[in-house]
Protein backbone atom coordinates (compact mmCIF):
# COMPACT_ATOMS: atom_id res chain seq x y z
CA UNK A 1 0.00 0.00 0.00
CA UNK A 2 2.69 2.32 1.04
CA UNK A 3 6.12 2.18 0.38
CA UNK A 4 9.04 4.69 1.58
CA UNK A 5 12.66 4.09 0.57
CA UNK A 6 15.37 6.47 1.77
CA UNK A 7 12.86 9.32 1.97
CA UNK A 8 14.33 13.12 3.83
CA UNK A 9 13.07 16.00 3.73
CA UNK A 10 15.21 19.60 4.30
CA UNK A 11 13.78 22.72 5.19
CA UNK A 12 15.43 25.60 3.78
CA UNK A 13 15.83 29.12 5.18
CA UNK A 14 18.11 32.12 4.56
CA UNK A 15 20.13 30.88 7.11
CA UNK A 16 19.50 27.09 8.31
CA UNK A 17 18.92 23.78 7.50
CA UNK A 18 16.31 21.91 9.07
CA UNK A 19 16.76 18.13 8.62
CA UNK A 20 12.76 16.79 9.49
CA UNK A 21 13.40 13.28 8.23
CA UNK A 22 16.36 11.32 7.45
CA UNK A 23 16.97 8.07 5.47
CA UNK A 24 13.45 6.92 6.27
CA UNK A 25 12.41 3.22 4.95
CA UNK A 26 9.06 2.46 5.92
CA UNK A 27 6.44 0.10 4.45
CA UNK A 28 2.49 0.25 5.41
CA UNK A 29 0.30 -2.74 4.55
CA UNK A 30 -2.81 -3.01 3.41
CA UNK A 31 -5.15 -3.08 6.75
CA UNK A 32 -2.63 -2.11 9.22
CA UNK A 33 -3.35 0.26 12.31
CA UNK A 34 0.21 2.07 12.43
CA UNK A 35 0.49 4.92 15.58
CA UNK A 36 3.78 7.12 15.05
CA UNK A 37 5.08 8.49 18.59
CA UNK A 38 7.96 10.33 19.52
CA UNK A 39 9.09 13.99 21.25
CA UNK A 40 7.82 17.04 19.77
CA UNK A 41 9.90 17.77 16.50
CA UNK A 42 10.96 14.64 15.66
CA UNK A 43 9.63 14.65 12.37
CA UNK A 44 6.37 12.98 12.68
CA UNK A 45 3.76 15.72 11.09
CA UNK A 46 6.12 15.85 8.97
CA UNK A 47 6.10 11.88 7.56
CA UNK A 48 2.28 12.29 7.87
CA UNK A 49 2.22 15.25 5.29
CA UNK A 50 4.40 13.40 3.02
CA UNK A 51 2.19 10.36 3.32
CA UNK A 52 -0.63 12.68 2.69
CA UNK A 53 1.17 14.12 -0.93
CA UNK A 54 0.87 17.67 0.91
CA UNK A 55 5.02 17.85 1.47
CA UNK A 56 6.55 16.40 -1.57
CA UNK A 57 10.65 14.36 -0.25
CA UNK A 58 13.77 16.24 -1.03
CA UNK A 59 15.28 12.68 -1.43
CA UNK A 60 14.48 9.19 -1.67
CA UNK A 61 11.06 7.09 -2.74
CA UNK A 62 7.66 6.60 -2.07
CA UNK A 63 4.81 5.22 -4.15
CA UNK A 64 1.25 4.91 -3.02
CA UNK A 65 -1.00 1.87 -3.87
CA UNK A 66 2.25 0.96 -6.49
CA UNK A 67 2.03 4.62 -8.13
CA UNK A 68 5.19 6.57 -7.26
CA UNK A 69 4.18 9.94 -6.03
CA UNK A 70 7.27 12.02 -6.31
CA UNK A 71 7.04 12.75 -10.15
CA UNK A 72 2.84 13.63 -9.50
CA UNK A 73 1.91 17.03 -10.96
CA UNK A 74 -0.02 19.08 -8.22
CA UNK A 75 -3.35 18.57 -9.86
CA UNK A 76 -2.66 14.96 -10.04
CA UNK A 77 -1.65 15.09 -6.55
CA UNK A 78 -4.80 16.94 -5.17
CA UNK A 79 -7.20 14.21 -7.10
CA UNK A 80 -4.96 11.40 -5.44
CA UNK A 81 -6.01 13.37 -2.00
CA UNK A 82 -9.05 13.61 -2.38
CA UNK A 83 -9.69 10.09 -3.79
CA UNK A 84 -7.39 7.72 -2.50
CA UNK A 85 -6.90 9.99 1.57
CA UNK A 86 -8.57 10.68 4.34
CA UNK A 87 -7.66 13.12 7.06
CA UNK A 88 -8.30 13.89 10.80
CA UNK A 89 -6.74 16.83 12.41
CA UNK A 90 -6.02 18.01 15.77
CA UNK A 91 -8.18 21.08 15.47
CA UNK A 92 -11.39 19.34 13.31
CA UNK A 93 -11.30 21.87 10.77
CA UNK A 94 -15.01 22.09 10.29
CA UNK A 95 -16.36 24.76 8.57
CA UNK A 96 -18.75 26.65 10.91
CA UNK A 97 -21.41 27.99 8.20
CA UNK A 98 -22.07 24.68 7.22
CA UNK A 99 -23.78 21.34 9.32
CA UNK A 100 -22.55 18.66 10.09
CA UNK A 101 -23.82 16.92 6.81
CA UNK A 102 -23.23 19.45 4.98
CA UNK A 103 -19.76 19.11 6.20
CA UNK A 104 -19.18 15.87 6.11
CA UNK A 105 -20.26 16.44 2.08
CA UNK A 106 -17.51 18.86 1.13
CA UNK A 107 -15.08 16.39 -0.35
CA UNK A 108 -17.75 14.66 -2.33
CA UNK A 109 -18.82 18.07 -4.27
CA UNK A 110 -15.09 17.97 -5.92
CA UNK A 111 -16.03 14.89 -7.47
CA UNK A 112 -18.30 14.56 -10.79
CA UNK A 113 -20.82 12.57 -8.46
CA UNK A 114 -24.26 12.47 -8.54
CA UNK A 115 -26.22 14.41 -6.08
CA UNK A 116 -28.06 10.84 -4.75
CA UNK A 117 -25.10 9.60 -4.45
CA UNK A 118 -23.57 11.74 -2.44
CA UNK A 119 -26.23 12.19 -0.01
CA UNK A 120 -26.01 8.21 0.52
CA UNK A 121 -22.74 8.07 1.56
CA UNK A 122 -22.74 11.13 4.02
CA UNK A 123 -25.71 9.27 5.54
CA UNK A 124 -23.74 6.36 5.84
CA UNK A 125 -20.62 8.25 7.09
CA UNK A 126 -22.68 9.58 9.84
CA UNK A 127 -24.05 6.90 10.97
CA UNK A 128 -20.87 5.07 11.11
CA UNK A 129 -19.90 7.72 13.44
CA UNK A 130 -22.79 7.62 15.18
CA UNK A 131 -23.79 11.38 14.78
CA UNK A 132 -26.61 10.49 12.24
CA UNK A 133 -28.90 12.48 15.26
CA UNK A 134 -26.39 15.70 15.04
CA UNK A 135 -26.69 15.79 11.05
CA UNK A 136 -28.15 19.31 10.83
CA UNK A 137 -26.13 20.50 13.80
CA UNK A 138 -23.69 23.08 13.26
CA UNK A 139 -20.09 22.52 14.88
CA UNK A 140 -20.47 25.21 17.50
CA UNK A 141 -23.38 23.44 18.82
CA UNK A 142 -21.01 20.06 19.44
CA UNK A 143 -19.12 19.28 21.91
CA UNK A 144 -14.76 19.18 20.54
CA UNK A 145 -15.41 15.20 20.61
CA UNK A 146 -18.48 15.18 18.44
CA UNK A 147 -16.43 17.70 16.38
CA UNK A 148 -13.83 15.10 15.97
CA UNK A 149 -16.62 12.06 15.12
CA UNK A 150 -17.70 14.59 11.91
CA UNK A 151 -14.28 14.99 10.94
CA UNK A 152 -13.83 11.14 11.13
CA UNK A 153 -16.91 11.09 8.81
CA UNK A 154 -15.68 13.49 6.08
CA UNK A 155 -12.54 11.60 6.04
CA UNK A 156 -13.80 8.74 5.50
CA UNK A 157 -16.94 9.25 3.47
CA UNK A 158 -15.13 9.26 0.39
CA UNK A 159 -13.84 5.86 0.93
CA UNK A 160 -9.96 6.55 1.06
CA UNK A 161 -7.33 3.93 0.63
CA UNK A 162 -5.75 5.09 3.77
CA UNK A 163 -6.77 7.63 6.90
CA UNK A 164 -4.12 9.89 8.23
CA UNK A 165 -4.75 11.19 11.56
CA UNK A 166 -2.26 13.99 13.01
CA UNK A 167 -3.22 14.22 17.13
CA UNK A 168 -7.02 13.08 16.76
CA UNK A 169 -7.01 13.26 20.46
CA UNK A 170 -5.04 16.11 21.12
CA UNK A 171 -8.01 18.84 22.14
CA UNK A 172 -9.58 16.35 23.20
CA UNK A 173 -9.72 15.15 27.09
CA UNK A 174 -8.36 11.58 28.03
CA UNK A 175 -12.46 10.39 28.36
CA UNK A 176 -13.45 12.21 24.83
CA UNK A 177 -10.06 11.01 23.63
CA UNK A 178 -10.41 7.47 24.44
CA UNK A 179 -14.16 7.62 22.86
CA UNK A 180 -12.60 8.54 19.39
CA UNK A 181 -9.18 5.58 19.62
CA UNK A 182 -11.96 3.36 20.42
CA UNK A 183 -14.28 5.17 17.07
CA UNK A 184 -10.37 4.71 14.67
CA UNK A 185 -10.37 0.54 16.26
CA UNK A 186 -13.61 0.12 14.81
CA UNK A 187 -12.91 1.20 11.41
CA UNK A 188 -9.70 -0.34 11.66
CA UNK A 189 -11.58 -3.58 12.17
CA UNK A 190 -13.55 -2.99 9.42
CA UNK A 191 -10.96 -2.97 7.25
CA UNK A 192 -9.43 0.73 7.43
CA UNK A 193 -6.16 1.21 6.97
CA UNK A 194 -4.93 3.86 9.23
CA UNK A 195 -1.81 5.78 10.38
CA UNK A 196 -2.05 8.29 13.33
CA UNK A 197 0.66 10.71 14.89
CA UNK A 198 0.11 10.70 18.42
CA UNK A 199 2.68 12.19 21.29
CA UNK A 200 -0.08 10.41 23.79
CA UNK A 201 1.81 6.98 25.63
CA UNK A 202 -2.06 5.98 25.91
CA UNK A 203 -3.61 6.16 22.47
CA UNK A 204 -0.33 5.20 20.84
CA UNK A 205 -1.34 1.74 22.40
CA UNK A 206 -4.40 1.26 20.20
CA UNK A 207 -2.52 0.76 17.33
CA UNK A 208 -1.57 -2.64 16.03
CA UNK A 209 1.77 -1.68 15.02
CA UNK A 210 3.98 1.41 16.88
CA UNK A 211 6.88 3.19 15.30
CA UNK A 212 8.89 5.53 17.28
CA UNK A 213 10.65 8.86 15.27
CA UNK A 214 13.51 10.47 17.05
CA UNK A 215 15.59 13.38 15.33
CA UNK A 216 13.95 12.39 12.09
CA UNK A 217 14.57 8.51 11.88
CA UNK A 218 12.98 5.70 12.58
CA UNK A 219 14.59 4.08 15.95
CA UNK A 220 11.61 1.38 16.57
CA UNK A 221 9.29 -0.75 14.99
CA UNK A 222 6.93 -2.33 17.27
CA UNK A 223 4.62 -4.98 16.53
CA UNK A 224 1.28 -5.67 19.08
CA UNK A 225 -0.80 -7.53 17.13
CA UNK A 226 -2.48 -10.21 19.47
CA UNK A 227 -4.10 -11.96 16.22
CA UNK A 228 -0.80 -12.92 14.88
CA UNK A 229 0.25 -14.08 18.16
CA UNK A 230 -2.75 -16.40 18.63
CA UNK A 231 -1.61 -18.01 14.64
CA UNK A 232 0.37 -20.50 14.39
CA UNK A 233 0.97 -19.61 10.42
CA UNK A 234 2.35 -15.89 9.10
CA UNK A 235 5.84 -15.78 9.50
CA UNK A 236 5.40 -11.85 11.16
CA UNK A 237 7.44 -10.61 14.47
CA UNK A 238 6.28 -12.12 17.75
CA UNK A 239 3.87 -9.80 19.66
CA UNK A 240 5.62 -7.09 21.43
CA UNK A 241 8.91 -7.95 19.67
CA UNK A 242 10.80 -4.81 18.81
CA UNK A 243 12.35 -4.97 14.87
CA UNK A 244 15.47 -3.00 14.89
CA UNK A 245 15.72 -0.51 11.78
CA UNK A 246 19.07 0.19 9.79
CA UNK A 247 19.34 2.88 8.62
CA UNK A 248 16.17 4.80 9.37
Known amino acids: MISLQGVAKVFYTDEVETHALQHIDLQIAEGEFVAVGGPSGCGKSTLLSIIGLLEVPTSGAYTLA ?19 VGFVFQAFNLIGELTVAENVELPLT ?3 MPVA ?12 VGMSHRANHFPMQLSGAQQQRV ?3 RAIVGDPL ?3 ADEPTGNLDSK ?3 AVMTLLGDLHRDGATIC ?8 IRHAQRQIHLFDGRIVEDLVEDR ?3 LSSIAPRPACGERVPRSGG
Open 110 to 112: YRA
Open 151 to 153: AVA
Open 227 to 229: QSC
Open 117 to 128: ERIERVQRAIER
Open 196 to 203: MVTHDSRF
Open 176 to 178: NGE
Open 162 to 164: ILL
Open 66 to 84: GQPVETLTLAQRARIRNHD
